[in-house]
Structures are given as structure tokens and as C-alpha cells.
């Protein structure tokens, strides 16, 4: 089945700095990849995603690129600011199917 | 406003007693999905619906039972064949179809006396 990594598991930058998040997954026929962002006590909120038919996808300072060939996705923020704390997620969709594979997360802490 | 609702949002369990988790949803969503998180974990699938009367296990659906009886509610119900409750409990529910996204409530935390 679907198996889905994430990297780093924590991540801190300055404020201002850009962040980059990489997830890689297993099945090749996978078409669906959201990310997600979880503040404490909450659940995860949809802030992106993207399908295979698609590159890149750019939601003001939120980014996410896809490259089928490697089988990896990367979630991009630029100008990062204090409230783009959270853990996020990223999660793949295999085939013909409706569920998602989740990765790890990773806790991004930007400092001001 | 649409959305998903989880009650409670803390729920205490006593050894060998079972507790049940709300979820209701007002989104008119056909699926429904039930998850585990545990801290520096993903999130596991427990069970899930795609429909009204029928359900199917996830990957960790030993010691959880649900119901679907009501487009709208999806009911986790924590037995005490489940030996390591202690977890962050996550409903999402979505249109139900390939390539779209899953919608979250805020959880529901349960701890063990």
C-alpha cells in the first residue's frame, strides 16, 4: 500500500525566512496530495493541495510542487510569520480510492 | 456556518468501560473518517463510510467499533478490548469522491483514570 515520509520532523527559521517541507510516496499511481496545518488543541485545516496533473500550485505566500518522476511533493511559505506555527502535514491518495495516507508532520517554529 | 462538531472535547475513561465519541457533520458530506494521532505520528485510519449503512475498517480498527445511521453522524465508540486508548481523536468527513479533500473537526482528547 501507500506509504508517505515527511522531512524534517522540526523545523525553526527566523521570521521573514522561507520554509520548505518534503514528503515522498510510494505508489506512483497516487494523484491527490493535500497539505494540512494543525495549531494546538485544533484539527488539521486544509491550507493547499494539489493533483498529478499539475506542477506547481501557488496560494499567495503558500506553494506546493509536485514531481511525479521522484515521486516527491514540497510544501514552499515564503515570508514566514509567527502565526505560520503549527505542525502541518502533508498526505497522498492512492488510487481509486477516497482515503489518505498521512505523513509524520513536522512542527514549524518561526521565531520573530 | 458548515461544519464538523466532536463532542467532547476532553473525555475521561475508567479501565474496562466503553465511551462513545460524537461526531456530527452539516456539510451534506457522503464519507466520513475516523482517525487516531498519537503524539510524533500521522494520522491512522480507524474506520470509515462512504455511505449511510455501511462502514469499513482502517488500519487500526481492532478494540473500536461505529454506526452510520444518519448521513450526518458517525458515532467512535472506544471498547475495552482497546488496550491503549490514550489518543487525539480526529472525524473528517468529504464529498466522498477521488481527489478531494477531507474536512476535520477540532477532536476529541481521551485519557485513562
Known amino acids: 500500500g501507500e506509504n508517505v515520509e515527511q522531512h524534517p520532523s522540526t523545523l525553526s527559521v527566523q521570521e521573514g525566512d522561507s520554509a520548505v517541507i518534503k514528503c515522498t510516496y510510494s505508489d506512483s499511481a497516487s494523484n491527490y496530495f493535500p497539505w494540512y496545518k494543525q495549531e494546538l488543541g485544533k484539527g488539521p485545516q486544509l491550507i493547499i493541495d494539489i493533483r498529478s496533473n499539475v506542477g506547481e500550485k501557488k496560494d499567495q505566500r503558500i506553494a506546493v510542487t509536485l514531481n511525479k518522476t521522484a515521486k516527491h511533493f514540497s510544501l514552499h511559505i515564503t515570508e514566514t510569520q509567527p502565526e505560520d506555527s503549527a505542525v502541518y502535514f502533508c498526505?497522498?491518495?492512492?488510487?481509486?480510492?477516497?482515503?489518505?495516507?498521512f505523513g509524520t508532520g513536522t512542527r514549524l517554529q518561526v521565531f520573530p | 456556518d458548515g461544519g464538523i462538531t466532536q463532542s467532547p472535547k476532553y473525555l475521561f475513561r475508567k479501565e474496562g468501560q466503553n465511551v462513545t465519541l460524537s461526531c456530527e457533520q452539516n456539510?451534506?458530506?457522503?464519507?466520513m473518517y475516523w482517525y487516531r494521532q498519537d503524539p510524533g505520528q500521522g494520522l491512522r485510519l480507524i474506520y470509515y463510510?462512504?455511505?449511510?449503512?455501511?462502514?469499513q475498517k482502517g488500519d487500526i480498527a481492532e478494540g473500536y467499533s461505529v454506526s452510520r445511521e444518519k448521513k450526518e453522524s458517525f458515532p467512535l465508540t472506544v471498547t475495552s478490548a482497546q488496550k491503549n486508548p490514550t489518543a487525539f481523536y480526529l472525524c473528517?468527513?468529504?464529498?466522498?469522491?477521488?481527489?478531494?479533500?477531507?474536512?476535520f473537526g477540532d477532536g476529541t482528547r481521551l485519557s485513562i483514570l
Open positions: 463510510s462512504q455511505i449511510v449503512n455501511d462502514f
Open positions: 456539510l451534506n458530506h457522503d464519507a
Open positions: 498526505a497522498a491518495s492512492p488510487p481509486g480510492t477516497d482515503k489518505l495516507i
Open positions: 473528517a468527513s468529504s464529498i466522498g469522491t477521488t481527489d478531494q479533500p477531507q474536512h
